[in-house]
Every structure is written in structure tokens, then in C-alpha cells.
């Protein structure tokens, strides 16, 4: 394999995708020409890079990142070798977090300007050697990234969850009040798309919201549904803008993971093909788990929502910080591999902001907290708001 991560990290359990990293390592291998060169890079701590620093440069301390070419020190004969071999990258992943946070970038950017710098050194860039070798490593190194992390838009989107407005109005069994026309409302209020849960045993909305709701939604209805045949039917009949794919129980008050694709591949591809020969795209609601994620892209989705509850249901800083990580390194594993990434699950007014400033995430799903805001301040302001802090979290102001 020409990218070989090895985890010498002996600092505790480290929630890092060592699959995104070698992503973005082959991406900068592209980028750079180097594809058919095989590079090793190392994951470590402060400890054992400290260590090689002294050993190697007699410099006593830490750093971010160290290369060591293939050829350099070795035997001349051995470049003569047919061994395509760039040499070794080492990576502490004490320093890059504490660069992260410096810097206000997600650690997995860091990561991969470390990646980049890494790859860079392994072929005769030396900052070190003068000023205008620095400038010319640096714009090189920012050009680079730009491509590794290219968004297709810097406008971070917002679908809104009408299902609440539904339970409401089933409560008393009457026509009040109406989730197509509360759809309405959040589409004026700047909402870039409407989302409902369909669910067999129609707790909330029924079939005809969907059918009213394709006619009158202006920007993008995505119909929620588990891969239930009675569903799957009336979601073919409907023609939504596209569908994402849940798991779906009785018992449960609101989708409490994510969908299980790896167990269920042969039938969910099934059901992927169907919604793709009508030109309705799929998205899958899975947990942040690179695996899943791999799991929905070999079944044909175009979109994956990365379900972002156990990040909102954190006791604690510390598990917070661990459950973003995972959903930052998910997203970037879907973008890498070219799918549309979405989030969603318990965002509130509080949470929400840093899940904006993932540039991986093209769009928030969000529901109940603003279909309970709604009830203070009205639909309009409750949107509004959300808006507002999501945009800003974009433009790193959060």
C-alpha cells in the first residue's frame, strides 16, 4: 500500500480515523505526483518525537512533525534500487492538538497541513534553508490544502424538522396545527430544506402531509423512512428531492442511532437502486463510524447524515471534545470519498454552533429545538436565530 499508518501513540485511546488520514495522505500524493511512491507515516507523542529530535537533530525537544527521506544517510547504491520509497513521516499527535487549539482549526486540518508539510520535506523543500525557501514551502503547502479541502460552498445549510409541529396536532386528533403550512414558514424564514419522518406506525406525519408537502415545498423535501416495503412505495409515488434512510422501532420516541448498513448491505443496496433508477438521491443516517460510512458508500448513497447525538448527550467537556472528533474525522472520511455530507440529531441553540464549523458538513438537520423555540418566539425568529449561529460558526465567529 503506498500510505502505511502505524499508531505509536502511547498517550491514552486517541479518537483519530487513521483511515481519513491515509485519504487525505493519498489526496496529497496525488496533488503532488507521487502516487506510485510508498511513504510510512507515523503517529506518535511528544515523548518519542522529543526523542528522535535529539537523537537526530541534538535538539531537545518536542516538535510537530519530522521526515526522514529513504535514500538520506543510506548507501548510494540503494537509490539505484527499483524501490519506490519517499522515506518515513512522524506525526506527535500531543503537539498537533495543542496547534489545533492554538490556531482555532479542527485537529483533523491540522493533521493534514502536518501530512502535507511531512510530504514536502520527503522531497527537498527545507524551509530551514533560507527565507525565500520558506515562502515558497509555505504557498505551496497553502495550495495543497486548498485542493485536499476544497468545499463545494462556504454556505453551510439548514433543513428543519417539521415532525413536532405533526405530534402536536395528532395529540388532539384534530387539523391543528398543520406541519405543511409551519414548512411554509421556515421556508420564508430562510430554511434550505424541510424534512419529515414518515414512520409505519404514523405517530406523527401521516401520508397525506407528504403528498401536500411535495407540492408545496420551494426548496428541498427530504422524506425520512425506514427501508420498509409500504414505505419504500409511497416514497417512489411521492418523488421527493431525496430520501435518507433510518432505522426505525416501535418503542423508540425519536431515532435513537444510526442505521446498521454493514449488517444489512444486500438489502439496503436494494433499496438504494430503487430510489436511484427514479432519480431520487440517498442520504444514510449512520453513527460517526468510518466503517459505516465505507459501508454507504459501496451500496450507492450519495449523501450520508452523521448522527450527532451522543455528542449533544456528553456529561462532560472532556467526552464532548471526543464525541466531535469522531463526527469531525467521519465527515471528512465521506467527503474524501466524495459523498454529501449532513448532521443531525439533538443540535440545539447551544450545540450547534461547533458542528457548523466542520467545512465537511454541507447541511444541519434540526427539529425540535426550534420547533420549541417556535412557541415563544414564533416560527420566523425560532429560524432565524438557528440561522444566525450556524452561518457564524461557519465564518468562524462562533
Known amino acids: 500500500m503506498p500510505v502505511a499508518i502505524a499508531n505509536h501513540y502511547s498517550g491514552g485511546e486517541y479518537k483519530i480515523s487513521e483511515r481519513a488520514l491515509r485519504l487525505i495522505a493519498e489526496n496529497v500524493q496525488r496533488q503532488l505526483g507521487v502516487s506510485d511512491y510508498n511513504v510510512n507515516i ?35 547504491n540503494l537509490e539505484k534500487l527499483p524501490v519506490r520509497e519517499l522515506g518515513d513521516i512522524i506525526i506527535s499527535l500531543d503537539t498537533a492538538e495543542k496547534e489545533s487549539n492554538r490556531y482555532n482549526q479542527q485537529l483533523i486540518y491540522r493533521l493534514g497541513w502536518l501530512i502535507i ?7 527537498g523543500h ?9 515562502r515558497d514551502m509555505e504557498e505551496l503547502e497553502q495550495q495543497i490544502l486548498i485542493k485536499v479541502f476544497s468545499k463545494r460552498s462556504t454556505m453551510i445549510q439548514l433543513a428543519i424538522n417539521v415532525d413536532h409541529v405533526a405530534t402536536i396536532r395528532q395529540a388532539r386528533g384534530g387539523s391543528e396545527p398543520d406541519p405543511v403550512l409551519a414548512a411554509s414558514l421556515c421556508e420564508m424564514a430562510g430554511a434550505g430544506g424541510i424534512v419529515v419522518h414518515l414512520r409505519e406506525d404514523r405517530r406523527h406525519i ?82 460517526p463510524d468510518v466503517d459505516q460510512i465505507q459501508a454507504s458508500h459501496d451500496i450507492g448513497a450519495r449523501f450520508v447524515e452523521i448522527h450527532t447525538g451522543r455528542y449533544c448527550d456528553a456529561e462532560d467537556t472532556e467526552q464532548r471534545d471526543v464525541e466531535f472528533d469522531l463526527i469531525a474525522a467521519a465527515a471528512e472520511e465521506a467527503s ?50 438557528m440561522l444566525q449561529i450556524i452561518q457564524a460558526a461557519r465564518q468562524h465567529l462562533f
Open 42 to 76: 507515523v503517529l506518535t507523542g511528544d515523548e518519542e518525537i522529543r526523542q528522535l529530535n535529539l537523537t537526530y537533530r541534538h535538539l531537545d525537544k518536542p516538535t510537530n512533525v519530522l521526515s526522514f527521506p529513504f535514500a538520506e544517510g543510506t548507501d548510494a
Open 117 to 123: 508539510h511531512g510530504f514536502l520535506h520527503l522531497l
Open 126 to 134: 527545507d524551509h530551514e534553508r533560507s527565507a525565500e525557501a520558506a
Open 206 to 287: 401521516q401520508d397525506s402531509d407528504v403528498y401536500l408537502l411535495r407540492k408545496t415545498v420551494k426548496t428541498r423535501l427530504n422524506l425520512e423512512m425506514g427501508a420498509n416495503k409500504e414505505i419504500v412505495d409511497i416514497a417512489l409515488d411521492v418523488g421527493p428531492d431525496m430520501i435518507t434512510l433510518v432505522p426505525e422501532k416501535r418503542r423508540e420516541l425519536t431515532t435513537e442511532g444510526g442505521l446498521d448498513v454493514i449488517s444489512q448491505k444486500k438489502k439496503l443496496a436494494k433499496t438504494v437502486k430503487k430510489f436511484d433508477k427514479a432519480g431520487i438521491p440517498v442520504s444514510i443516517f449512520v453513527d
Open 336 to 385: 474524501q470519498r466524495g459523498l454529501l455530507v449532513n448532521g443531525g440529531h439533538g443540535l440545539n441553540y447551544h450545540n450547534a454552533g461547533r458542528i457548523a464549523t466542520l467545512e465537511t458538513i454541507d447541511e444541519l438537520s434540526i427539529g425540535h429545538a426550534i420547533i420549541s423555540r417556535a412557541v415563544f418566539t414564533g416560527m420566523e425568529r425560532a429560524v432565524k436565530d
